[in-house]
């Protein structure tokens, strides 16, 4: 019998001893592991191998040289996001609300504070591949008018148009779409998109709602897809094919 494939994650962070310690731990776990101390190297990691999970600290030294300024991790995060739909984990010392808020906000899946148990993180981890990889067998494709989620493939077409979504957006909008009019609580969304208790923010629902509109809404200011109702949550709306 054929072994699955390993799940290849990138950690990047500039504290040595942090990231030796992150990837022995999940090398045990199973997974393949790779590092980056850097920005630039972590841009160009991602580049060179796919990876199905990158692990990002938010904060970099600054070693900006004459040949190039360095980054850091709030820009990875822009930039991997603009070409890439990468499940991505961040790393901060900082535990301030605003602070996960923004970085889920630019597309991040997960948000852990330093320090950590690696344990917790190993958990984190688990939590998001799985996200990512695990279908629930009675999940179908739903078709609609104008929209279609294949929850096997993790794709949405607007239009027969391929429309790129990260994987927390994609759980987000197949929760919606698997009860049209009916109206989800922020609570609920939480509950059903993220499958865990690592995010406990409801505003970040809102964050990423925003994020969907903008890619499959015609106007997103007036959105046809996903209604807001006032003081409870969201509903969706499109016609069954």
Known sequence: MTKPLKSKILIVDDDSKLLRAVQTHLEKLGYEVAT??????ALAAAKSMAFDLVVLDINF??????????LDGIEVLR???DSDSVPILMLSSTNISAVKVMTLALGADDYVSKPFDLQELGARVEAILRRSRDVVQAD?????????????????????????????EFDLLYTLARRPEHVFTREKLLEFAWKD?????????????????KKIEDDPSAPSFIITVRGTGYRFEDTPA
């Open 140 to 168: 179908k494709t739903l078709s609609f008018r104008r929209l279609r989620l294949d929850p096997g493939e993790r794709r949405v077409w607007k239009d027969d148009v391929p429309i790129d979504l990260t994987g927390v």
């Open 79 to 81: 930039t991997l996001r």
């Open 36 to 41: 980056a101390a850097d920005g630039r190297s």
């Open 197 to 213: 208790s690592s995010c406990s923010i409801p505003k970040v629902v809102d964050v990423h709602i925003g994020h969907i509109r």
């Open 61 to 70: 030294p600054d070693i900006t040289t004459k040949k190039e300024r360095s």
